[in-house]
């Protein structure tokens, strides 16, 4: 414990030396970190659980005199990277970190008046606010008090409130009776001070000239000096909380690890003081773990060069909230292949809105407890104060938040929120806190958690899409929980084009339960362009998913940068590391025809159907149709002899010249003779005098061949019997390759 010293305040005046002061056992304070909650391994501001110091006896402040000042650090195991609010104001960086002292406006008191003597509920009032100057030479964010007739009341929060013990009550300063003037130093009884960090330690964070006042022997609700009792039966105890830190929790992480990790806090007073923390063990202030999961990817879906996906072909969300998690890809997505990437919560509440406005717009209340109300994907930008004390039950990524009109509101309805706190604050003045440091923004997060997701290889003429809203589900099932938009205009059942220069999206969520561990799982299709597909494409799309934002540099990671993005997490982009997304195949099949003559009298005719056209029965897919021409190879006595395409002479075009130009449409048969090709396919047929092995290429997919050898134009003996035979060519394309022509398990692979 502290020894004791002198106190820095002179005496207001001298008549009041012989006042008596609340009197108790010694000064006790005891740290503890009030339900630690999990950070983000994978975060660079976490928002860490609050620190409670609770002091009881010691001998209060006499009332009149000015109450000494402590300076408080509060040192963490890793940075502390809390939103820098002012910059080098002569030569300190003010943050966003607090420390509220009797629990302002919580709702402790209620449902006391501030009458008298009571110690009722209490409003906010900053030090440096109207009604609380810190304009001494000590510099901002330093505050005077002069103690008031009852120690519970010395951080009531009265703007430019003052006492003297001519009439025993409490009175403001209006330079009347001997009072000063408003906006005198020394006027009001502020509880709530700003926080600075300390030069060339970035894991701590201080309090300078914080007025402290130990209890003493108060009672909760006991009466000023001369009155009666009230209410003997609780001590009064002073509750100082410290709010919004946040920590560079990344330094804990390692890949592929998910063990968790405590992250401590200890506290420190100096200054002429009784106060000291009893048991100075480090507190345990959040846990350290990844946030998030290897996101999961559905596998390579293949997709064909010569059949065009248009807005048209895309699947249809209308029914997606139906089963966000395992929607029904078969029905909903025309035969097109089913595509996504699934993002999962390393524990409930990794995944947080900006604030509790987003909670609040997207929500309702059934049978007592909010849940996600279905249709609803608003973003609003009003923030919603969170500005009771203890608020680590919002689960949002902002923290404690007093932001005055017309920036943020009070909650609609009870504040606070249903399924926050249980005791309501009351109508108490001094909702919003404000001073010269911009403390009036503290707290706020700039978004709320966002997924970005990354797309690879993606090759010239392909538009990849994905909605503009999605759902959060319970993990492993379609119970939806929540949700995360792209845009704040976009309709939900809209695709939405991926940037082309960028190739990422980001998601940022709106409404998720932190009781529950969620899935988020985005739909992913692609539009294409056959003038602009490339004739070759060998590497398969990719996809990879994370936290976002991720800084574009280091700049600002470790320290809280006034433009720092908060929450703010280490580029992590991980995704399966076996699967790519998509595939787009080249339309071809490849036959082979292994004996061809038109040699000696016989002949061989050849038959090459495009069987892509499907019927109109609702079993077969119906986006498979495919055209394109058929390039042949002739081989004879260890070598290739002859190439020729599908190409009628017209103009400079040659006819049977490569590439083709002429198409085998889908359900046509073309046919040919290997003695003199055809005229209405543009071929010339084989060398002359052929026999040998031919291979055929086509530029469409589903495509079955036949031949039939005889010797019709051979002249026999007489008696002879004539040659004729007919076989299928060989489909050389591989086995494993089948193609799905029908949504049944049935496979167009019969290899001939």
């Not at 660079?44 to 408080?72: F, K, S, Y």
């Not at 009003?382 to 902002?398: C, D, K, L, W």
């Not at 600002?556 to 595939?583: H, I, M, Q, Y």
């Not at 003559?597 to 109109?616: E, H, K, M, Q, Y």
Request: some cysteine; aromatic content about 8%.
């Amino acid at each position: 414990m502290a020894d004791f010293r002198k106190f820095i305040y002179a005496t207001a005046m001298a008549g009041l030396l012989s006042a008596p002061a609340f009197a108790a056992g010694p000064l006790r304070c005891d740290a503890s970190g009030v339900t630690p909650p999990f950070v983000r391994t994978e975060g660079h501001a976490e928002l860490v659980g609050e620190v409670q110091i609770n002091c009881t006896g010691g001998t209060a402040t006499p009332t009149g005199q000015a109450v000494p000042r402590v300076d408080i650090r509060v040192r963490l195991t890793t940075n502390i990277t809390s939103k820098l609010l002012a910059a080098n104001v002569n030569g300190v960086n003010y943050n966003e970190v607090l420390l509220l002292i009797d629990e302002p406006n919580s709702g402790r008191y209620a449902p006391n008046s501030m009458l008298p003597g009571q110690t009722g509920n209490r409003g906010l009032l900053a030090c440096g606010d109207v009604g609380a100057p810190d304009t001494s030479n000590s510099g901002p964010n330093v505050c005077g008090i002069i103690a008031p007739n009852h120690p519970s009341r010395t951080y009531d929060g009265v703007a430019n409130g003052w006492h003297t013990s001519t009439d025993g009550n409490s009175h403001v300063c209006d330079g009347e009776g001997g009072r000063p003037s408003a906006g005198t130093f020394g006027c009001g009884r502020p509880n709530v001070f700003q926080g600075h960090q300390v030069p060339g330690n970035p894991t701590m964070v201080e309090f300078n000239g914080v007025p402290f006042d130990p209890p003493g022997e108060a009672k909760f609700n006991s009466a000023p000096i001369g009155e009666p009792a009230i209410d003997l039966s609780s001590p009064w105890v002073r509750t100082l909380r410290i709010v919004n830190l946040r920590t560079d929790a990344n330094a804990f992480f390692v890949a592929g690890n998910n063990s968790t990790i405590p992250i401590l806090a200890d506290i420190s007073f100096s200054g002429n003081t009784q106060a000291g923390i009893d048991d100075p063990r480090e507190l345990v202030v959040a846990y350290a773990t990844s946030g998030l999961n290897q996101p999961e990817v559905s596998g390579t879906a293949s997709f064909v060069q010569c059949v065009a996906i248009n807005q048209n072909d895309l699947p249809d969300l209308r029914n997606i909230e139906d089963s966000p998690h395992d929607f029904d890809y078969e029905a909903n997505f025309k035969g097109v292949p089913q595509m996504f990437i699934r993002f999962t919560e390393g524990y409930p509440y990794s995944f947080k809105t900006r604030g509790w406005e987003q909670m609040q717009a997207n929500s309702e209340i059934v049978n007592g407890i909010r849940q996600y109300s279905p249709g609803e994907f608003n973003s609003p930008t009003v923030f919603v104060r969170q500005n009771v004390p203890g608020g680590i039950a919002y689960h949002t990524e902002s923290g404690f938040s007093a932001t005055p009109a017309p920036t943020a509101v009070n909650p609609t309805g009870a504040n606070p929120p249903l399924g926050v706190g249980t005791v309501p604050t009351g109508d108490v003045g001094g909702q919003t806190i404000a001073n010269g440091t911009g403390i009036a923004t503290a707290g706020n997060a700039t978004n709320g958690t966002q997924l970005q997701i990354k797309f690879g290889s993606i090759p010239p003429g392909v538009t990849v899409v994905t909605p503009g809203v999605v759902y959060l589900t319970r993990a492993g099932t379609d119970d939806i929980t929540g949700i995360a938009i792209r845009s704040a205009s976009t309709d939900p059942t809209d695709w939405l084009d991926v940037d082309s220069a960028t190739l990422t999206v980001v998601y940022e969520i709106m409404f998720n339960d932190p009781l529950a561990t969620e899935n988020l799982t985005v739909p992913i299709a692609i539009k294409t362009n056959l003038n602009q597909l490339p004739q070759s494409i060998d590497e398969e799309a990719t996809v990879v998913g994370g936290f976002a934002p991720a800084p574009g540099s280091q700049v600002a990671v470790l320290t809280s940068a006034t433009g720092g993005k908060l929450p703010r997490f280490f580029l992590n982009l991980t995704g399966d590391d076996d699967l790519g997304l998509f595939s787009i195949d080249k339309c071809n099949c490849n036959l082979m025809f292994p004996y061809l003559s038109n040699a000696g009298g016989f002949d061989t005719g050849v038959a090459i159907a495009n069987t892509s056209l499907s019927p109109t029965d609702s079993i077969y897919r119906q986006t498979l149709a495919q055209a394109g021409p058929i390039q042949f190879w002739y081989f004879q006595g260890g070598s290739m002899v002859k190439t020729e395409c599908t190409s009628v002479a017209s103009g400079s075009v040659t006819k049977g010249s490569c590439p083709g130009t002429t198409f085998v449409k889908a359900g046509e048969v073309m046919t040919f003779l290997a003695s003199i090709g055809s005229n209405t396919w543009g071929l010339t047929g084989g060398p002359t005098a052929f026999t040998g092995y031919m291979i055929a290429k086509s530029g469409f997919q589903y495509c079955h061949g036949f031949a039939f050898f005889s010797d019709l134009n051979r002249i026999a003996p007489a008696g002879a019997a004539g040659t004729s035979v007919g076989y299928l060519a060989l489909v050389m394309d591989s086995s494993g390759f089948q193609l799905r022509r029908t949504n049944t398990r049935a496979f167009d692979s019969l290899n001939h």
